[in-house]
């Protein structure tokens, strides 16, 4: 006799072999959680009083994603697929789905109000990549629970201002599997929407910072640093905080961008603020040396010397 779903998650949960990431997901399911694979209640949902105040406390993540929520359900929501953006608990806070399809995915509980993180559902697509921070597709099988092995969630984290994780991206389907070309692109999709989602979050919580690339991109991964009219940087994005060295979460203490953002070398502070002023001059001044030695209060063969002793070139 062929063995069930939940008895290959018990075995595999319980081997001492090592084995991949979902396994590992399903022995935290399994001996952490304590949970049950083959468990059949579906899951519980928030009166709507406690969503409209799970809604309330994220009223600006709202705002913000809805415009991307809405052009990632264009792509995909005519295949059947389902848009979900839960809270960093992994409860359901915004949805989009045909309204022909928004009973079926009610009853298995992919909708508002409904809780979909990994201590209560188990290894599936929002749980696991809130659980582990990273994007993540949890295909069919793969779900912890029986009950879920119809579906495949495809999903990616999205990072506050602060560095901390607030809230994941989901679209979820009943036709697409990760073996399917169709389905990596949704994969694909659901990564670079949730970084749109995080940039536009950042820009809209430092509006009176300018924003600045700090560090070549990974793939749907932002690295923006926020800079006040001083020059001092006090905001940075997950990507950048890790790219610059920065402390994973957190306020930042403020610091001069120049500091952060020029390659290191044997340069003295002093120079190197020198240098970055006569950088700017000559670059305000479409290089024309002559002007810019006026911005700066110096004669124009001072300029030069300086230029030359501090490595500039001339554009």
Known sequence: MAKS??????????????GSAVVSSWRRSLMKYGLDPAETRPPERLSEAELTARRQAHALLLDIAAPPLDQLFELVGLTGCNVLLTDAEGMVIAQRVRDGDAGQ???????????????????????????????????????????????????????????QLIAALDVSSVRVGKTDHYGRLIEAQVVQTAATIEAMLFRASFPDARIVVAHAEA??????????????????TRSARKALGLTREGELRPRPAVDLLLRED???????????????????????VTAAARALGIGRATLYRRMARLGVAQK
């Open 266 to 288: 044997d340069m003295g502070g002093f120079d190197k603020g020198e240098r970055t002023a006569i950088a700017r001059a000559l670059a305000r001044s479409d290089g024309n």
């Open 105 to 163: 995915f009610r009853d298995w509980g992919l909708s508002e109000g409904f809780d979909w993180a990994e201590s209560a559902q188990g290894t599936n697509g929002i749980g696991t990549c809130l659980a582990e921070g990273r994007a993540v597709t949890i295909d069919r099988d793969q779900h912890f629970h029986t009950r879920n092995t119809a579906m495949s969630c495809m999903d990616a984290p999205i990072w506050g201002p602060n560095g």
């Open 5 to 18: 779903h939940a008895d290959i998650v018990a075995e595999q949960s319980l081997s001492n072999r090592a």
């Open 219 to 236: 793939f749907g991964s932002p690295a923006l640093i926020a800079v006040d009219k001083d020059d001092l940087t006090i905001g940075a």
